[in-house]
């Protein structure tokens, strides 16, 4: 390999510097800090010693003749007009970087900007509600624009294929159930209460919640995956522009899939969860499971059904609609994708978590406790 | 280094997806200095044949050489000092989506001179993003908020990061507007005169071969069929090549260029 770029300095005749070597990006060394150390005049710097030059080497060399006012001597054809080319981009104008702000303006930028975002999505997220309402509203009168198929096949992926993660988390969550209150109920003698906990538990509150969580981060999120990537390949556009609508086409069949599968799958998820903790009082509590199914037919009232079961469509829709909604929003590049992605799931799972506390209040208002 | 030697040799060359046979028995010289244009009808590999000179698709056989080094079956490691020597501007620009255009440039500069500070980094991207004809405020502006042509020139200041000696450019002029296309012809040939550069350049786009190429080569029955320069391949008697310079566009783009007195070296 060649040489490293190197200097060498003669002061006769107002400074020269005489370059030496190979001035280019990989053999440049610690050269540009000695030329920042550089004092005394300059009035010539040589460059007939050079072995090759890059833009990198001329640009150095273009910054120093301009600090020191010198003159640049020694060059080829073929250099010199690299040389010109690098120093009239170099000359131009270099555009300020965007001054940083202090931290203190920053934050209160963030949340101001942050404010505005969740007050825009609350917005946009309600007109999104209504535009899905009046794509039910035109589907229901005209069943001809109803997409079957679609839908169908939305029932398979949103329900069929997540019936072995939800019941496999569902048994789990039964057992939890059940060996964390037995451990606490048998202090006080009661450990047979274990399964009216399990029972109603699952039934009103952890077999929905849990199945609608699992359900924005499984259907939730591939929809706003799927309908931001097809925003970005420009399928919605041209969905448009062939007059299918794109809330009857994409949210349409999405919405019904979820809200109709979220009732199946949180009332299954609530028995795989009371075997999981049947299983349990089995096996740690002795109660055999005759006992145990005896004893949840007595003391379980219907209304625990109900409400577990009620919630669970208001739940599938949120998820569906914030999933499509986010999705929706995507524009520009891929990045874009993911991050509303993640929006999506956040958004639904929050949703429905302060939904469940509404209804918690109005399910034990109206007396069913 | 004379000019003239070959740069770039590629023996006996077969890539195949599956049952599908995309390159077979293909050979390929690239001299030192020229800009070689490679053509060919969709679907004959001219992407594939890019990406198996720079390492990124494995070749079923077959020789590669660049800087008379081998690029098929080779380290990672012991391709990084071929890396440093060539840029690559992407079809679509491949422009880092998260990073401003100055922060793009630095990244092969950081990656292989980890020691350059910040400073210098910073004055080389500004004057790179100028050289490629971007308005220099482009450079704190991330790839989203340019247009096609703008992230073109990006990719290309990225791709020119190292000044490297090589360059390949995969439809740098697809999808611009012949003015913002002719421009990019015209910076690609300045740049190739000011830095010496080889370049390896994949188009359709007749009006760039008239303009800017020394020698095209055309890819048809799964191998480069013939190289040469326009009026060379003109006089051969190949049916996709008389199509493709004489059809209707062809000939349009060589009125063109010879109207108003393109490269056309003969």
């Given amino acids: 390999m060649s040489a490293f770029a190197d200097f060498a300095r003669d002061d006769s005749g107002g400074g020269t510097l005489r370059f030496t070597g190979d001035l280019s990006l990989a053999r440049l060394g610690d050269l540009p800090d000695r030329l920042e150390a550089l004092s005394g005049d300059v009035a010539r710097i040589d460059l007939s ?71 825009r999505t609350m917005y946009g997220l309600l007109g999104f509600m209504g535009a899905t309402m009046v794509a039910f509203w035109n589907v229901a009168r005209h069943p001809s624009r109803f997409r079957f198929h679609a839908t169908a096949h939305r029932f398979e992926v949103v329900g069929v294929s997540a019936l072995g993660i939800i019941g496999l988390m569902s048994f789990l969550i039964g057992i939890v159930i059940a060996q964390q209150g037995a451990v606490q109920l048998r202090q ?59 809330m009857e086409a994409l949210v349409v069949p999405r919405t019904i899939a979820v809200v109709v599968m979220l009732p199946l799958l949180g009332f299954y998820s609530a028995l795989i969860a009371i075997i999981g903790g049947g299983v349990l009082c089995w096996v740690q509590l002795d109660i055999p499971p005759v006992a145990f199914v005896e004893r949840l037919r007595t003391e379980l009232p219907m209304v625990d059904i109900w409400v577990g079961v009620l919630k669970a469509p208001v739940f599938g829709a949120i998820i569906a609609i914030a999933g499509c909604f986010q999705g929706m929003q995507v524009e520009g590049d891929a990045e874009q994708v993911g991050h509303r992605t993640t929006t999506a799931v956040v958004q639904a799972i929050f949703l429905v978590i302060v939904l469940d506390a509404f209804f918690a209040v109005f399910f034990s208002e109206i007396g069913w406790i | 280094m ?16 599956g049952d599908q046979v995309i390159h077979d028995l293909l050979d390929l010289d690239v001299r030192r200095g020229e800009i070689l244009g490679v053509v060919g009808g969709s679907g004959t590999g001219k992407s594939v044949l890019m990406r198996s000179i720079i390492g990124l698709q494995q070749p079923q056989s077959g020789t590669i050489e660049v800087f008379g080094e081998s690029t098929v079956d080779r380290d990672e490691k012991d391709l990084i000092e071929i890396r440093k020597r060539w840029g690559i501007l992407f079809q679509g620009g491949a422009l880092f989506s998260t990073l401003t255009v100055a922060e793009n440039v630095q990244v092969p500069i950081k990656e ?56 390949f450019l995969d439809e740098p002029t697809a999808g611009l507007d012949p003015i913002g296309a002719a421009a990019f012809d015209e910076l690609t040939l300045s740049l190739q005169r000011t830095l010496g550069l080889t370049v390896f350049l994949i188009t359709h786009d007749l009006d760039s071969l008239h303009a800017i190429c020394d020698r095209v080569a055309v890819l048809a029955d799964r191998r480069v069929i013939a190289v040469g320069t326009i009026p060379e391949l003109l006089a051969l008697d190949h049916p996709w090549i008389q199509e493709y310079f004489n059809g209707p566009r062809g000939r349009v783009a060589a009125v063109g260029a010879h109207g108003e007195g393109g490269r056309g070296r003969t």
């Fill in chain 1, 49 to 119: 010693a050079v072995d090759r030059m890059d833009t990198v080497g001329a640009w150095l060399v273009h910054r120093l003749a301009l600090r020191h006012g010198a003159e640049v001597e020694g060059l080829g054809a073929d250099s010199r007009h690299l040389f010109d080319q690098v120093a009239s981009a170099a000359d131009r104008p270099a555009a300020p970087r965007p001054a940083p702000q202090g931290a203190f303006v920053r934050l209160l930028g963030e949340v101001g900007d942050a404010t505005i975002t969740a007050g």
């Fill in chain 1, 188 to 246: 006080f003698g009661v450990e047979i209460y274990t399964v009216e906990l399990v029972g109603r538990l699952s039934l009103r509150e952890l077999g929905i919640l849990m199945t609608a969580i699992m359900v924005a981060g499984r259907s939730g999120s591939a929809f706003a995956a799927q309908i931001g990537t097809m925003k970005l390949t420009e399928e919605v556009d041209a969905m448009r522009t062939m007059g299918v609508s794109t």
């Fill in chain 2, 2 to 17: 004379a000019p003239g030697e070959t740069i770039i040799q590629v023996r006996g060359l077969r890539n195949c997806f």
């Fill in chain 2, 112 to 167: 292989f001179y980890p020691a350059i500070g910040q400073a210098m980094l910073d004055g080389i991207a500004a004057y790179k993003v100028t050289m490629t004809g971007l308005p220099p405020e482009a450079a704190f502006k991330y790839p989203a908020e340019l247009s096609g042509g703008m992230k073109k020139r990006a990719g290309l200041a990225r791709a020119l990061a190292l000044d490297p000696e090589l360059l």
